[in-house]
């Protein structure tokens, strides 16, 4: 008898080839049979209308603190994820001495917008090296996690301080390179760097200070392992990107690794500014090297109040300073000193065309109910005045607890994200899942991409989109035995509604330690998530199952490594 039958679903089995129907058996957790089945199972699904695919695989994450105390990753398995891969842009856990750890802290807060009172809640700091990280999240795990390890921690584990002041000694490299050895022996994915982000104080990460021969002496030990290198270029610059995407094919070249390099994304202000990278991509390709240019789904929308730093600011200093080093009385007063007010709306002068158009999405007032859902545009005639003094006045008004909303700011050119999800060099990723949790939510890219490019626009195959999402990338990341749906391979499956696939608008909810809240997004249309040969979540009867395994696992180990602690 078998575990587990899909029965008469319309298979799209993750190879690009047409849908076929089938039934799908399963035995411990691999797919077992596919065909005719008449045989009977301890459990049935009727997938009848329903497609059958392969789980889908999120290449870029930052799940890494919030799979210690939720190893669903939620809501991403409900939307059909069973495999994540946190561990970017030079962040991750470990390897991280007990002195280091508030300083990781501020790196997360700072880049992935992480709040302070999540760790100090919601984490019980009882580890200090990769392997010992890998044992903790193992406990409850329902997702399958592909961890990177990343170079800003590597280089604090062996530095210390010097870490952010200076580059690397030959015997610290050396001493880099075992350290990275073991966590890769431990279960690491690959190696992540950065060479744009800063620190909560605004100074360049650690992995920013190290120079070309100790990137590459990491890249010869990821060589040892075929394992990836993943990079955060200078993405605002296509002649920067370029440059960089020129250093890693010369290194996926010497040491065959695959690398990735995200975000890369239209840009309203230079649509054709792809191209030109695109370009690069495709003459280095033609050498023989591998450099995966991460493309996500969905248009870029952001969210913010002034109660947290927002990086929609980043790029106007005089307000980012304000919300990142300043208290809440500190911003409270800044809005209300007319002087100080001044300064900041003669800045703001830079984003003119954006202050119109972002929309008051919540307030908490009942006086400032009737705004919610109007841009800033139409609030400041109401108001008889502008857009930013609108913004200023609402936020004091709310005690800073007026939230905003700037709606598809790029990546909203459908002809030219179409193209380049479709380009068969494209890697689809940079869903940033797990971070930016006040700023957007991420969840459901995937929902997104079968929803508005295959159903609605016409303008990919089903089969081809599930490719993108499945075994193109399981293939890139050299994750075994996953990504298709065939007989030996492990059973992580994603059964879905072709019609009504989707995902669901942002909504707001508390549900981070120390009474944190975030933005996520619902799915819509996916029925039963299956990892690891057990239903992990259903529509009927949400979370359930847990064997979620750590993918590519400890050297020399199975990839199955079954269910969770």
Same mark, same amino acid.
């Given at each position: ?74 809501? $991403? ?312 003094? $609108? ?175």
């Amino acid at each position: 008898m078998y575990d587990l039958i899909i029965r008469q679903g319309n298979v799209v089995d993750g190879s690009g080839l047409p849908a076929y129907t089938a039934d799908i058996a399963v035995k411990d957790n691999r797919i077992a049979r596919i065909g005719r089945i008449a045989e009977s199972a301890t459990r049935e699904i009727d997938a009848e209308g329903k497609i059958v695919a392969p789980g889908f695989i999120d290449p870029h994450t930052h799940f890494d603190a919030q799979l210690l105390w939720d190893g669903c990753a939620k809501p $991403a398995l409900s939307h059909g994820v069973t495999t994540i891969v946190p561990g970017n842009c030079s962040l991750s856990l470990a390897p991280l001495k007990p002195d280091h750890r508030m300083r990781l802290v501020g790196m997360f807060n700072q880049i992935e917008e992480m709040p302070y009172k999540a760790f100090r809640e919601g984490v019980v700091w009882d580890w200090e090296t990769f392997a010992e990280y890998i044992t903790r999240i193992r406990k409850g795990l329902a997702i399958n996690v592909a961890p990177l390890v990343g170079h800003s921690v590597i280089r604090l584990w062996v530095m210390n301080d010097a870490a952010t002041e200076r580059t690397a000694t030959d015997e610290e490299i050396a001493e880099m390179q075992d350290v990275l050895r073991e966590c890769l022996d431990a279960g690491a994915a690959g190696l992540s760097t950065s060479y744009v982000d800063m620190d909560e104080t605004l100074q360049p990460v650690p992995s920013r200070y190290a120079d070309a021969r100790e990137v590459e002496a990491l890249a010869e030990v990821l060589g040892e392992y075929g394992r990836m290198l993943q990079i955060v270029p200078e993405f605002y610059d296509p002649d920067l990107t370029i440059a960089r995407l020129d250093q890693l094919a010369e290194l996926s070249i010497k040491y065959s690794i695959p690398t990735t390099f995200s975000p890369l994304f239209v840009n309203s202000d230079n649509v054709d500014a792809v191209d030109k990278v695109m370009d690069r991509v495709d003459e280095q390709f033609a050498r023989g090297a591998r450099v995966w240019p991460q493309v996500q789904t969905r248009p870029i929308d952001i969210s913010f109040s002034f109660a947290v730093p927002s990086l929609l600011f980043i790029r106007i200093p005089g307000w980012y300073r304000v919300m990142r080093f300043g208290t809440h009385e500190d911003i409270m007063n800044t809005f209300s000193d007319a002087g100080k007010r001044e300064a900041l709306i003669e800045e703001a002068k830079v984003y003119n065309d954006l202050w119109p158009i972002l929309v008051l999405r919540q307030v908490k007032t009942e006086a400032n109910q009737k705004y919610v859902g109007k841009t800033l545009g139409e609030i400041a005639k109401m108001r008889d005045t502008t857009p930013v003094e $609108a913004m200023i006045d609402l936020s004091l008004e709310e005690d800073l607890d007026a939230h905003f909303l700037a709606a598809s700011m790029g990546h909203n050119n459908d002809d030219k994200v179409v193209s380049l999800l479709k380009h068969p060099r494209v890697h689809i990723g940079a869903s940033d899942g797990g971070a930016h949790i006040l700023s957007f939510s991420t969840y459901g890219d995937t929902g997104y991409l079968l929803a508005h490019f295959v159903r609605d626009l016409k303008t990919m195959r089903l089969e081809d989109a599930v490719k993108k999402v499945t075994s193109d990338t399981a293939s890139i990341w050299g994750i075994p035995e996953r990504g298709l749906l065939q007989p030996g391979y492990i059973a992580d499956i994603a059964i879905f509604d072709p019609e009504t696939i989707d995902r669901g608008v942002e909504k707001f909810v508390q549900d981070v330690p120390g009474d944190g809240s975030r933005y996520v997004r619902d799915s819509h249309g996916v029925d039963t998530v299956i990892v690891g040969g057990g239903i992990a979540w259903s529509a009927k009867e949400g979370y359930q199952e847990a064997r979620g395994a750590v993918l590519p696992g400890e050297k020399g180990s199975q990839p199955e490594l079954v269910a969770a602690e």
